[in-house]
């Protein structure tokens, strides 16, 4: 077992014997004794550890400690508002039976001890709900004020995990399943972090960082989408695994193809095309048990009526996390900045899709979604990527197309749909993805 699942397994351990006897006595000692001896391991390996406790997994920073994969207590901590763990320096025994304490109290809904008090000397633990952190670092989330500080949350690791699958998939390497259901359970912590449901939404500050953004984008919206229409939670997580996997095949896409300024010629419209086969097949070869998401990649550009790619030999209807994640796809790519366009604003873009309803899109999703993100308009948090330059507005700092472009029209978001996933030449939205 890695120190980090040795040191959580005490910390558990200690939490359930102090549960069962007073303070001074020699078992509630040993058992605080043993969790700092391990923490003081741990921290020999990694000074400043973070954890992460989601439903059914335990992150260290951005990777899963796999010896604890279905421990019961992340899901305990994380539903009494500890869904984020952080020692940032040395940690005194007492200052490690403090946060123990506080622990217990919340388990058992009572009221803080006398030991309490002590919280407010310093401290180098710091632990509570997670909220959405903006560039300047600022919470945007509205907490009730608890002992413990809300911790912020800029989504910079899970952009670096997807950039790692990327990596892996376009090296020739497999698909790693684990790290993409983490990451999926991840950015559901950064959903419903907030005592209300906000959805995260990331903006790219550079035009090759688009696949990346928009994978999580896209994972995020799929996830909200299935919530807001009453899915499982299975349910739910599967989509947001599926809207993550979706646009894979782009690893096999050339950039000078994907990040082309101008209209795309017929040899490269099959090249960008090509993307929704290439990405089943890099699935369903890399993990069996991600049937879903690889339907998903083949389906996300079919559209209600038929239309779309690739082409069916006979018509037949696509599966509903299809028909979810392409209005999911083509939402975000209609929204993001793209080298042949720029971002339309939310108003167009949701006015394109209620017009497209029965045509390309499903009408109970598209109504659903439609009517989410205008019901939710101030519960969704746009966050700029960290460390990198923001891309330059049009000098009238209004949506535009681009020399050859109409302001109007079905082929930019076809043209955008089948780049992004959703973005467009035109303007209109069909070709969107």
């Known amino acids: 077992?890695?120190?980090?699942?040795?040191?959580?397994?005490?910390?558990?351990?200690?939490?359930?014997?102090?549960?069962?006897?007073?303070?001074?006595?020699?078992?509630?000692?040993?058992?605080?004794?043993?969790a700092?001896?391990?923490?003081q391991r741990l921290q020999e390996e990694i000074p400043s550890p973070r954890f992460t406790f989601l439903d059914e997994e335990i992150l260290l920073g951005s990777q899963p400690v796999r010896a604890l994969r279905h421990w019961s207590w992340g899901r305990r901590l994380s539903q009494v508002g500890v869904q984020r763990l952080e020692f940032e320096g040395p940690v005194t025994r007492e200052d490690l039976e403090v946060f123990l304490e506080d622990v217990l109290s919340r388990?058992?809904?009572?009221?803080?001890?006398?030991?309490?008090?002590?919280?407010?000397?310093?401290?180098?633990i710091r632990y509570g709900a997670v909220g959405i952190e903006d560039e300047s670092g600022e919470v945007l989330a509205d907490f009730e004020e608890m002992t413990t500080a809300t911790l912020g949350y800029d989504l910079k690791e899970e952009v670096e995990t997807v950039e790692w699958l990327h990596e892996e998939l376009g090296s020739g390497r497999r698909l790693h399943l684990l790290e993409a259901e983490t990451l999926v359970r991840s950015l559901s912590v950064a959903m419903h972090g907030d005592q209300e449901f906000l959805i995260p939404l990331l903006r790219m500050k550079e035009f090759d960082q688009y696949t990346t953004t928009h994978a999580m984008n896209v994972s995020v919206l799929a996830m909200a989408l299935s919530e807001y229409i009453g899915l499982t939670p299975a349910e739910v997580r599967n989509f947001g695994i599926s809207g993550l996997l979706h646009d894979l095949g782009k690893v096999t896409i050339p950039d000078e193809i994907l990040n082309?300024?101008?209209?795309?010629?017929?040899?490269?419209?099959?090249?960008?095309?090509?993307h929704t086969v290439e990405g089943a097949r890099l699935i369903l070869e890399s993990?069996?048990?991600?049937?879903?998401?690889?339907?998903?990649?083949?389906?996300?550009?079919?559209?209600?009526?038929?239309?779309?790619?690739?082409?069916?030999?006979?018509?037949?209807?696509c599966h509903q996390a299809s028909d979810l994640v392409h209005i999911c796809d083509v939402f975000d790519a209609l929204r993001t900045h793209r080298p042949?366009?720029?971002?339309?604003?939310?108003?167009?873009?949701?006015d394109y899709m209620e017009a497209g309803i029965g045509t390309e899109f499903d009408e109970h999703l598209a109504r659903a979604f439609v009517g989410m993100?205008?019901?939710?308009?101030?519960?969704?948090?746009?966050?700029?990527?960290?460390d990198e330059p923001v891309i330059p507005a049009k000098a009238d700092g209004m949506p535009g197309e681009e020399p050859g472009s109409s302001e109007e029209g079905p082929e930019g978001a076809e043209e955008a749909n089948s780049r992004s996933s959703s973005d467009a030449d035109s303007s209109d939205g069909s070709d969107a993805g």
């Open 1 to 34: 077992m890695t120190a980090a699942a040795e040191f959580l397994t005490h910390l558990a351990q200690a939490v359930s014997t102090m549960s069962l006897y007073d303070a001074d006595h020699p078992s509630r000692e040993l058992a605080v004794d043993a």
């Open 36 to 39: 700092w001896e391990n923490l």
């Open 107 to 124: 388990l058992l809904g009572s009221s803080p001890s006398s030991a309490m008090a002590r919280q407010e000397r310093p401290t180098a």
């Open 260 to 274: 082309k300024p101008g209209k795309l010629t017929l040899k490269e419209r099959e090249v960008m095309n090509a």
């Open 287 to 317: 993990e069996e048990h991600l049937e879903l998401a690889a339907v998903v990649a083949y389906e996300h550009h079919m559209k209600i009526d038929g239309t779309g790619y690739p082409t069916f030999r006979f018509p037949r209807k």
């Open 340 to 350: 042949y366009r720029d971002a339309w604003p939310q108003k167009k873009v949701l």
């Open 373 to 386: 993100m205008r019901t939710w308009e101030g519960r969704i948090a746009e966050m700029e990527r960290p």
